[in-house]
């Protein structure tokens, strides 16, 4: 993985990429869980999507980083 990506002369850091692609992921599951009814089952819905999103994020970044010798 890159340790800076270029924007059009905005450099932002390597791991941007992998935050966005969580964030979408997450966002995925969030309409899932909310068609589902499965947020009745959760106590603290900000806390939860948080925690999903830290899993998700960790599982990218842990599969990349395998791939990258």
Same mark, same amino acid.
Request: no cysteine; proline share 4%.
């Given at each position: %993985?890159?340790?800076?990506?270029?924007?059009? !002369? &905005?450099?932002?850091?390597?791991?941007? !990429?992998? %935050?966005?692609?969580?964030?979408?992921?997450?966002? !995925?599951?969030?309409?899932?869980?909310?068609?589902? !009814?499965?947020?009745?089952? &959760?106590?603290?819905?900000?806390?939860?999507? #948080?925690? &999903?999103? &830290?899993?998700? #994020?960790?599982?990218?970044?842990?599969?990349?980083?395998?791939?990258?010798?």
């Amino acid at each position: %993985m890159p340790l800076e990506l270029d924007l059009y !002369g &905005v450099y932002l850091p390597g791991v941007f !990429g992998l %935050m966005l692609a969580a964030y979408l992921i997450v966002r !995925g599951l969030r309409a899932v869980a909310a068609r589902t !009814g499965f947020y009745a089952l &959760v106590w603290h819905r900000a806390l939860f999507d #948080l925690a &999903v999103y &830290v899993i998700v #994020l960790d599982a990218l970044f842990s599969y990349t980083s395998k791939l990258i010798p």
